[in-house]
C-alpha cells in the first residue's frame, strides 16, 4: 500500500508542476456542415470531442457550437447517419472555426476513435487489432444478453450455459483472461465459474470496443485473451435533455424487454439516468421442446451526475444489477425423454415430466439463481497545461446464490458475497516533439465470503498493483506505441472450519462438512508485460499494422482451490494449489484496404503461451467417468500452449447502397509436446463465417429514413480438434443458420421519432448445438439417443425505439 500511495503522490506532483504552466484562458469550436455532393446543410450531425467528452449537434442551417474548451491539442469526431465518419486532430489553441463536408457511406471503413494506449486514436493506426460496435449495430439484432449481442465479431464467441448465460471468448481464450471493462473499471463479478455471466444491461451499452490480444499494459493480470469495453452513452450538449423508450420482443422464448432512459447537459451539469426489466421463459428447439428452466429475470438502474467544465470533467455513476436465471440440469424421463422436474410428492421430494406450460412460466422453477451486482464509479480528469491527470476509483459488491431446496425456493445452499475495490491513476504529460507519454498505477483489492451452507471456494483475500508506463509516436505515415507494466498480485486463503454464518434474515445456516476441505495458504504472483506497435499508411487505400507483445495472467481462486459441485456447469470442480502464473508472447499482423468498392482487413496472430490453465475430466480405476456427489469430476492441470489463427473481413459495394459483408474466423490451439487425444486444448471455437447482404432502401426520406433490409448466414464449421481424452469433449457437427433484418426510422420535418426493427433468426428452425454450450454435455435422451440440450431455434423479434428530445 505504501508503494500505491507513493506513486500517486508522484503522479499528482508532477500533474501540479505542469498545472503552474496551465493557461487560463478558454476557447470555442464552431462551424458548419455539408454534404460534400450537393452542399445543403446538414442537421442533426454529431461534433463530439471523445477525450473531452464534449460535443454539440448541428441546427437546421448545419450549423454547430462547443464553448468552455480548453487549450489543447484533441480530437474531434463528426458523424451523421448514412454519411461516412470524419476524424481529425484540432488544436483550440490557434482554431476557432472548423467546418466539415461529409461524403455519402460507401463500401469504405469508417474512421473510429477507439481508445488506445496514450489515449483516443483511429483505429486504423492502432497497433492492436479492435473491433468496433456502434449502437446502431446493436439494435439491428435480437440477443439475450450483452455477450451474445456481440458475438458475431470476427474473432469473438461464447461460452454458453442456456440462452440466460454467456462468458465471452476471443480467439479462443476466455474466462478470467478476458477483462470486461464498463463504467471504466473491469466489471468483477465471480466471472470464473461456467454458470456465471457478466452483470451489465445491454441497454445501457452506447458502443463496443474488443482488443484482441494481451492487453496487460492497461490492464493489468487477466487481460491475456484481451478486453472488452463497454461504453456508454456520450455526454449530451450543452442545453440539450433527452429521453427515450425501447421495447422488444422475442418469440422463442416470449423475451419481453423494456427500458426507459433519460440525459441532459444544463450549464456543464451533465446527468443520465436508465431502467430497464427483461423476462424471458424457457427457450424451445424442435429436439428438445421447451429446454425447461432456461428462462431468466432481469433488472437494472444506473445513474450518472457530474460536471463538464473547461477543466475537464468529474462524474459519479451508480449502477445496480439483478438477474435470476434457471439452472439447465437436463435430466430426462427414460420413458418419454421429456426434462423432469423437482417437485414435491406426499410432502417428499420427488420429480415429474415437465410440460409445456411449465416451459412458458416465466417463473424459475428450482434449482435457480440469484444475481445481485453493485457499482459506484467516480471519475475525473482534470486539464493541466497541455496534460492531464485522469482517476477512475470504483467500487463493486456481486451476491450470487443459488437455491435448490424444491421444499422451501427461498433456501439459499451457495451464497457467494464479493467485495472489489478498484483504482486507476494516470498521468498524460505534456506531448514532446510528437511523443505522447502516459504513465500511472492501477490495480484492486478483494474479498470474497461464503454466506451458504455449501462451499465451492474458501474465502479470499486479493491484492493487485500494476505500475507502467507507455508512449506513442507520429511519424507522418508511420505510427509507433508501446510500453512496459510491473504486476503483483497477493492472494491469501482463509482456512476453512466448520461453523455457522449468520443469514441477513437473522437464521443461522451450518455448514455440513465434517472436516476441514480448504487449508490456508498465500500465493503470491508477479510477472512483467510490455508491447511494441507499428502502423503504416502504405497509401490512402491500404495500411498494415504489427504488434508484438508480452501477457501475463496469475491463476484465479477457481483454478487454485475450489472443491465442489458447480450445479449450473453440470460438473464437479478440483483446484490445484499449486499452478503457476500464465505468461504469453503473441504477434499480430494485420493488413487493410479501403475504397469506394471494396474494403476488407485481414488480421493474423501467433500466441505461446506458458503454463496454460484448463480443467480436464477424471476417471475412477475402472475408467469410467469419476463421479463426485453425482457429478462428472474435473481437475484443473497445466501444460504449454501454441495458439494460430486470424480473421477475415470483406465488404463488397458493387452498387450504390448494396452492402455483401462476409467475415471469416479461426483458432487452432494446442499443448505442446502431448499425444493426439491430449493435443487440443478444450474450448476451441469452431471456425465461423458470417454473410450479410443489406441493401439500403430509403436513405434520405421525408417520412421513411435509413430503411434496410438484410439476409445472411451464420455458418459454423465441424469441430474435430477437440481434447479428447477422458471424454472431456465430443466432436460438433458443422451447422448453417439463415437469418434476415428490416429496419426503419420515422421522421417528422427533419426529426426521428420513433425506429422499427424486424429481427428473424435461425429461420429453418435448424437443430444445432455449439460447440462451447455447456448444455451440450448434459444427459443422453434415452429416447432418442441424442446427447445433452440443443441451442435455439427458430426466432423472431420486433423492437420499437421512441426517442424525445428537448
Not at 432418442?784 to 428537448?806: A, Q, S
Request: with cysteine; charged share 20%.
Amino acid at each position: 500500500m505504501k508503494v500505491i500511495y507513493t506513486i500517486i503522490i508522484c503522479l499528482l506532483s508532477l500533474a501540479t508542476l505542469s498545472a503552474n504552466n496551465a493557461p487560463t484562458d478558454n476557447r470555442s469550436l464552431q462551424g458548419i456542415i455539408t454534404d460534400e455532393k450537393d452542399g445543403e446543410a446538414l442537421m442533426g450531425v454529431n461534433v463530439y470531442l471523445p477525450d473531452l467528452k464534449k460535443g454539440a449537434i448541428t441546427n437546421e442551417k448545419g450549423q454547430y457550437r462547443i464553448d468552455n474548451l480548453p487549450l489543447v491539442r484533441t480530437t474531434v469526431q463528426v458523424t451523421y447517419l448514412g454519411h461516412q465518419t470524419l476524424v481529425q486532430t484540432v488544436d483550440l489553441r490557434s482554431v476557432n472555426d472548423l467546418n466539415f463536408a461529409l461524403k455519402e457511406s460507401s463500401a469504405e471503413i469508417n474512421e473510429v476513435v477507439v481508445t488506445s494506449l496514450t489515449g483516443s486514436s483511429l483505429i486504423k493506426r492502432t497497433p492492436s487489432p479492435i473491433s468496433f460496435i456502434a449502437r446502431k449495430e446493436l439494435l439491428q439484432q435480437s440477443s439475450s444478453n450483452i455477450i451474445d449481442a456481440i458475438s458475431r465479431q470476427p474473432g469473438v464467441s461464447q461460452i454458453t450455459t442456456g440462452s440466460g448465460i454467456s462468458k465471452p471468448v476471443i480467439r479462443g481464450l476466455g474466462y478470467n483472461r478476458v477483462v470486461v471493462v464498463n463504467d471504466g473499471v473491469r466489471q468483477e463479478g465471480q466471472q470464473w465459474g461456467d454458470e456465471h455471466g457478466v452483470e451489465i444491461d445491454p441497454q445501457s451499452v452506447n458502443s463496443v470496443e474488443i482488443l484482441k490480444g494481451p492487453a496487460s499494459l492497461m490492464y493489468g493480470s487477466d487481460a491475456m485473451a484481451g478486453v472488452i469495453n463497454f461504453q456508454s452513452d456520450p455526454i449530451l450538449p450543452d442545453g440539450v435533455i433527452n429521453a427515450n423508450v425501447l421495447t422488444e420482443y422475442q418469440t422463442n422464448n416470449g423475451l419481453i424487454n423494456y427500458s426507459v432512459n433519460t440525459a441532459g447537459n444544463k450549464g456543464g451539469i451533465v446527468w443520465n439516468a436508465r431502467y430497464s426489466d427483461k423476462w424471458a421463459h424457457s427457450y424451445k428447439n424442435k429436439y428438445d421442446g421447451y429446454v425447461f428452466n432456461s428462462g431468466f429475470q432481469e433488472r437494472a438502474v444506473s445513474g450518472l451526475i457530474g460536471l463538464n467544465k473547461n477543466w475537464g470533467y468529474s462524474h459519479l455513476t451508480l449502477d445496480y444489477y439483478n438477474i435470476t436465471p434457471g439452472i439447465v440440469e437436463g435430466e430426462r424421463d427414460e420413458k418419454t425423454g421429456g426434462f423432469l422436474k423437482p417437485v414435491v410428492i406426499d410432502g417428499e421430494e420427488g420429480t415429474a415430466v415437465a410440460t409445456d406450460r411449465d416451459g412458458r412460466s416465466y417463473r424459475p422453477f428450482v434449482p435457480y439463481q440469484q444475481v445481485y451486482h453493485y457499482k459506484a464509479v467516480s471519475s475525473s480528469n482534470i486539464i493541466l497545461g497541455d496534460g492531464s491527470l485522469r482517476t477512475i476509483f470504483g467500487y463493486q459488491q456481486n451476491r450470487r446464490q443459488e437455491f435448490e431446496n424444491v421444499m422451501d425456493r427461498n433456501e439459499y445452499a451457495l451464497y457467494f458475497q464479493l467485495h472489489t475495490a478498484t483504482y486507476d491513476v494516470r498521468y498524460s504529460l505534456p506531448e514532446i516533439n510528437g511523443y505522447k507519454l502516459v504513465t500511472g498505477v492501477n490495480g484492486m483489492y478483494q474479498s470474497s465470503l461464503n454466506r451458504g451452507h455449501e462451499t465451492l471456494l474458501p474465502e479470499y483475500k486479493l491484492f493487485d498493483m500494476g505500475v507502467f508506463a507507455i508512449a506513442s509516436k507520429n511519424f507522418g505515415k508511420l505510427d509507433i506505441s508501446g510500453g512496459l507494466r510491473f504486476d503483483r498480485r497477493h492472494q491469501s486463503v482463509k482456512e476453512f472450519e466448520p461453523h455457522t454464518h449468520d443469514h441477513e434474515d437473522g437464521d443461522d445456516h451450518d455448514h455440513d462438512h465434517d472436516a476441514q476441505i480448504f487449508p490456508a495458504y498465500t500465493r503470491n504472483f508477479q510477472g512483467l508485460s510490455g508491447s511494441l506497435g507499428f502502423t503504416y499508411q502504405l497509401s490512402d487505400g491500404w495500411y498494415t499494422k504489427l504488434n508484438l507483445s508480452h501477457g501475463f495472467r496469475a491463476p484465479n481462486i477457481s483454478e487454485l482451490a475450489s472443491n465442489g459441485a458447480h450445479g449450473g456447469a453440470v460438473r464437479y470442480e478440483i483446484g490445484n494449489p499449486n499452478l503457476k502464473a500464465e505468461n504469453s508472447w503473441q504477434a499480430d499482423l494485420g493488413f487493410g484496404y479501403s475504397s469506394p468498392i471494396i474494403s476488407g482487413e485481414v488480421s493474423l496472430f501467433a500466441n505461446r503461451i506458458n503454463n496454460y490453465i484448463f480443467s480436464h475430466k477424471l476417471l475412477d480405476e475402472d475408467g469410467h467417468d469419476l463421479l463426485t456427489d453425482g457429478y462428472k469430476t474435473f481437475q484443473f492441470v497445466s501444460g504449454n500452449a501454441r495458439i494460430l489463427g486470424g480473421e477475415i473481413s470483406i465488404d463488397i459495394h458493387p452498387i450504390e447502397r448494396l452492402h455483401f459483408q462476409n467475415s471469416f474466423s479461426y483458432v487452432n490451439s494446442v499443448q505442446l509436446n502431448q499425444p493426439d487425444s491430449t493435443k487440443n486444448l478444450p474450448f476451441t471455437p469452431a471456425p465461423k463465417l458470417i454473410s450479410d447482404l443489406c441493401f439500403d432502401l430509403i436513405r434520405h426520406g421525408k417520412t421513411l429514413n435509413n430503411t434496410y433490409v438484410s439476409v445472411g448466414i451464420e455458418s459454423n464449421l465441424k469441430q474435430d480438434r477437440i481434447f479428447s481424452a477422458f471424454d472431456t469433449e465430443t466432436v460438433t457437427p458443422a451447422y448453417t443458420l439463415l437469418n434476415a433484418s428490416f429496419g426503419t426510422d420515422f421522421v417528422h420535418k427533419g426529426r426521428t421519432w420513433a425506429s422499427l426493427y424486424f429481427m428473424a433468426n435461425n429461420i429453418t428452425n435448424k437443430a444445432y448445438q455449439n460447440h462451447l454450450s455447456r448444455l451440450k454435455y448434459t444427459d443422453v435422451n434415452q429416447v432418442t439417443g441424442r446427447e445433452g440440450v440443443f441451442n435455439m431455434g427458430r426466432n423472431f423479434g420486433i423492437k420499437l425505439l421512441v426517442p424525445l428530445n428537448f
